[in-house]
């Protein structure tokens, strides 16, 4: 590890490198490498705007070339294009396109938000998976898209302006209190949490220089305040999507093993994808046994795709 | 005008789509709201009924035009949605003046103008509002942050 350090491609904290030496999958410099390598620049075709035909003609026709991403509706890789970039470019700022990371879009999809249904996102700035949410349920139906901070709504309202969606509310509120005014109102809920983000150092090398075992403690007992409230504004029925950027098993499975032990009638699903590799969640960590129910959910690092490391449950309410 | 518009107040705001782009009923399935800087918005009546449940709002619907003595202009999503009802008021331009248009650029346009606004597209694709100004260019009215030339950082997150 210590040639990863001289070479000052990326330097991971000693609690880092323990981590992954402990996870009993991790091969090490696979998840380096892959983490020091810039994420696939990756979109989503926007068609609250315009038919998606269309849009694919128009970006062709400026110069960019893509290959379609088999696990997300509507969701493209980019392969070559014009120097100034995908990011910079007209149809980014008039929202006929959305950049956005080819993992992070499962979520949504996952959650399979139909018209006409009530969806919430409960931790939603700055908008990617809301506005993919919104799409998804074209726009008719309720979205509430949430977020605690005050600067995070600004751009959460501005990207969901962007994109056109007309059947949101943005609200600014604690997620961990949401359900007091809004218990089992929601047929889907999103909660994408905040985690110490391991599974996206590409984005933010900061993630794993400063990581300690600490942020991962701390923030495990707000994302189990998350997912308890998430789960009580859930209609008997719905849906919930629990899912992180981050590899640390407390964040991950210890929080859906939370859930379990308290509401029995949580039940989780199995997660099917085309084409996106994964791997089998943990059985136990720390001398914590886990739920064999725990296998069903859907967990990448950053090398098994050459993309984001992710965790992704799927629990359905009992009726 | 603030909050919920009244019918009264969104007949107001439907007739002056009529006259200014031509657009009729574009306003039929929506609720209508005023926001601050006299931002129009609209959302779906279930939407709207729903947020009365919620606590601290920040936002609802989508901004779809601005009010500003007695004319609309049309944001980008305004003209996009009402797109194919609009009449008049509204110039076709090349994609390089396109480009221009959305680095914030004004444009000499053979603008046939019976508003102080008119609606650019290039194609299908609408490009929002441009400001008729009395030097007879249009000063297209893009947020600034939604302006090309700033090379801007997508809002690309995770």
Redesign the interface.
């Known amino acids: 590890m210590n040639e990863w350090k001289k070479q000052g491609v990326i330097s991971p904290s000693e609690d880092l490198l323990r981590l992954l030496r402990e996870l009993p999958d991790m091969d090490i410099k696979s998840y380096l490498d892959a983490v020091s390598r810039p994420l696939p620049e990756c979109f989503r075709v926007n068609t609250l705007?315009?038919p998606e035909s269309?849009i694919i003609d128009?970006l062709k026709s400026r110069g960019w070339s893509f290959e379609r991403i088999s696990w997300a509706k509507f969701g493209y890789r980019l392969l070559d294009g014009p120097e100034?970039g995908?990011?910079?470019?007209?149809e980014?700022?008039?929202?006929?396109i959305?950049?956005?990371?080819p993992i992070?879009m499962i979520p949504a999809e996952v959650l399979e938000p139909m018209p006409g249904l009530?969806v919430l996102d409960l931790c939603a700035s700055?908008?990617?998976k809301s506005t993919q949410l919104a799409q998804l349920m074209e726009n008719?139906?309720?979205l509430?898209a949430n977020d605690v901070s005050s600067s995070r709504?600004k751009?959460l309202?501005?990207?969901?302006?962007?994109c056109?969606?007309?059947?949101?509310?943005?609200?600014?509120?604690d997620g961990r209190l949401f359900y007091r005014?809004?218990k089992e109102?929601f047929d889907r809920v999103l909660v994408d949490v905040p985690c110490s983000s391991l599974g996206?150092v590409a984005?933010d090398w900061s993630a794993a220089s400063h990581y300690s075992e600490k942020i991962s403690n701390k923030i495990s007992r707000l994302q189990q305040s998350l997912i308890m409230s998430a789960y009580d504004c859930l209609r008997p029925g719905g849906i919930l999507v629990y899912s992180t950027?981050t590899l640390h098993p407390v964040e991950n499975e210890g929080v859906i093993s939370y859930l379990l032990d308290r509401k029995m009638d949580a039940k989780l699903q199995p997660i099917y994808l085309d084409g996106v590799k994964s791997r089998k969640t943990l059985e136990e960590w720390a001398g914590i046994k886990f739920s064999s129910e725990i296998k069903k959910c859907f967990k990448c690092y950053p090398h098994d795709n050459s993309a984001?490391g992710f965790f992704i449950a799927k629990i359905k309410k009992g009726s | 005008m603030k909050g919920v518009l009244t019918e009264d107040e969104k007949k107001k705001i439907e007739e002056l789509l009529a006259n200014q782009y031509g657009i009729v009923d574009g306003l039929k399935n929506?609720v209508v709201i005023a926001s601050g800087e006299n931002r129009i918005r609209?959302?779906?009546r279930?939407?709207l009924e729903?947020?009365w449940?919620?606590?601290?709002?920040?936002?609802?619907?989508?901004?779809v035009a601005k009010l500003s003595e007695d004319e609309l202009s049309l944001?980008?999503?305004g003209a996009?949605?009402f797109s194919s009802m609009i009449k008049k008021n509204v110039v076709d331009l090349s994609l390089d003046d396109?480009?221009r248009w959305?680095r914030g650029e004004a444009l000499k346009i053979d603008a046939p103008s019976s508003s102080r606004y008119v609606v650019a597209k290039c194609g299908?694709?609408f490009?929002g509002t441009g400001r008729v100004g009395r030097d007879g260019l249009v000063y297209p009215q893009i947020p600034r942050?939604?302006?090309?030339r700033?090379?801007?950082?997508?809002?690309?997150?995770?």
């Not at chain 1, 056109?164 to 509120?173: F, K, L, P």
């Open positions: 705007k315009l269309r128009l100034a995908i990011g910079s470019s007209m980014h700022m008039l929202g006929l959305y950049i956005q990371g992070s009530t700055p908008g990617s008719r139906g309720i509430v709504i751009p309202v501005a990207n969901l302006q962007r056109g969606v007309i059947n949101v509310v943005v609200t600014q509120m005014w809004t109102q996206i984005k950027c984001e | 929506y609209i959302t779906h279930e939407v729903f947020s449940r919620l606590k601290n709002i920040a936002n609802i619907g989508l901004y944001s980008i999503e996009q949605l396109a480009k959305m299908d694709v490009l942050n939604r302006l090309t700033q090379g801007t950082k997508s809002a690309e997150d995770l």
